[in-house]
Every structure is written in C-alpha cells, then in structure tokens.
C-alpha cells in the first residue's frame, strides 16, 4: 500500500493563480480531510469528506473548494490564492468508523508546501 | 467546543534524563486524544492515543501519557530523552471518533547532548 499520497511536493503560485493539490489513498478508507499548517498554530482542519459525494467545512474553510467523487481521491483547489494561504498543506484519511469516543486513526499524507507571492 | 492548550511551546532536555509535554484539553463530550510527533519538514507520526479504555497510554518509541479527567489533562512522558527525539509534539482532541482532529499550537522538544 502506498497509503495516502499527495501531489506536488512544492508549489510557488503567484497572487490570483489557480491550482488543486491532489491527494490519493488506497486504504478503502471513507474519511478524508485537509489540513494546512501554520507555525505556532498546530494544524487547522480546511474541508472533510465522510465518502464519496459528501464534504463539509471545517475550521477554515474561505478560499478552498473540495469535491468527492471517488472513495480514493479528494482534491483541494484554490480558485485565486492569496498570500495568506501560504502553509503546508496536509491530506488525511481514515476508515471514518468512529463515533464518540472511538478509534479511528488518522493517516496523513506528506504534506504539499505552498508559497503565495 | 473542543480546544487543545500545550502549556510549553519549547522545552530542552538533556539526552538521558526524563521529558515532560504538558497539555490540557477542553471538550463537552467525551473524547478522543492523541499525541502526534513531526520531525523536521517530515510528516505527521501517532505516537499514542486515548479512547476511554486505560487511562495510562503506552506509544511508540518509550513515550506514555495519563488521561486525568478532574485536570482536564493530557501530558506526555518518557523516562529518558533521546537524540533522536529531538522534533516537534502535538497534543490533538477529537469530539467525533477520531476525526475532525483539533490540535494545539505544538511543541519543540529540544535534546542536548
């Protein structure tokens, strides 16, 4: 298993560019999320999905967009990035069995570093 | 809401003696909670975590944590700090299942030879 993978590694765009960071998972895993980092502010949950056709907010989700359209894949665009959305950009994925108090692990991705000039 | 507060956002140890990452949580319900570690421009690593079964959790690499619920507390121990340990530490609390992870803002554990 590969686990989750994300694409690209690095990332510079320019103030107004458009891009998707891609993220892949082959784990038959339901849950899917992103999270970007920032420094001094631990990580901050973006957008998640429970499967296939269903996403929803998180804690920061203004000037993302996610689609789900297969259980593997989960995409995060940004349709005209600012400077402030520079960060390191994290992609999850677990078996989405858990309810409270439950178990589910989370597996991360490598992360996608992205620049905003 | 659910919060994270990691009372320490640097701590240096000497290698061979004990390390201490504080944490304290905020949540309505009963929760899930992890400790993940990032070495340096690496990925995110679980080190252990806590879903209402023993309140004493072992992790990987030497590295425990206690669940007080009356302290509201999470801390993560190990008895003798390593080089290698030498990374940043996130403590996290989950209200559902978890998923929809909130971290703290981390912590630096530096380890001097």
């Known amino acids: 298993n590969a686990g989750v993978t994300q694409t690209p590694k690095f990332q510079v765009l320019k103030t107004g560019q458009s891009m998707t960071l891609q993220c892949a998972q082959d784990m038959n895993h339901e849950y899917m999320s992103w999270y970007r980092q920032d420094p001094g502010m631990g990580l901050r949950l973006i957008h998640y999905?429970?499967?296939?056709?269903?996403?929803d907010q998180g804690e920061v989700p203004n000037g993302y967009n996610v689609s789900r359209s297969t259980t593997e894949d989960f995409p995060l665009r940004l349709l005209s990035a600012a400077p402030s959305q520079t960060s390191v950009y994290f992609c999850?994925?677990?078996?989405?069995?858990?309810?409270?108090?439950?178990?589910?692990?989370?597996?991360f991705g490598p992360g996608t570093r992205l620049t905003v000039l | 809401a659910q919060s994270v507060t990691q009372l320490d956002s640097h701590v240096s140890v000497s290698e061979g003696t004990p390390v201490l990452l504080r944490c304290n949580y905020s949540?309505?319900?009963?929760?899930?909670l992890f400790w993940y570690v990032q070495h340096p421009n690496k990925g995110l690593q679980l080190l252990l975590k806590y879903t209402s079964a023993a309140t004493l959790v072992k992790g990987i690499n030497g590295f425990e944590a206690e669940f007080k619920k009356s302290e509201t507390s999470f801390h993560l121990t190990k008895p003798s700090a390593h080089m290698s340990d030498a990374a940043e530490y996130f403590c996290v609390v989950s209200e559902w299942g978890g998923n929809k992870l909130v971290f703290g803002a981390g912590t630096i554990l530096r380890v001097k030879s």
């Open positions: 949540s309505s319900y009963s929760p899930s």
């Open positions: 999850a994925s677990s078996y989405g069995s858990g309810g409270a108090g439950g178990t589910d692990t989370q597996y």
């Open positions: 999905s429970v499967g296939a056709g269903i996403t």
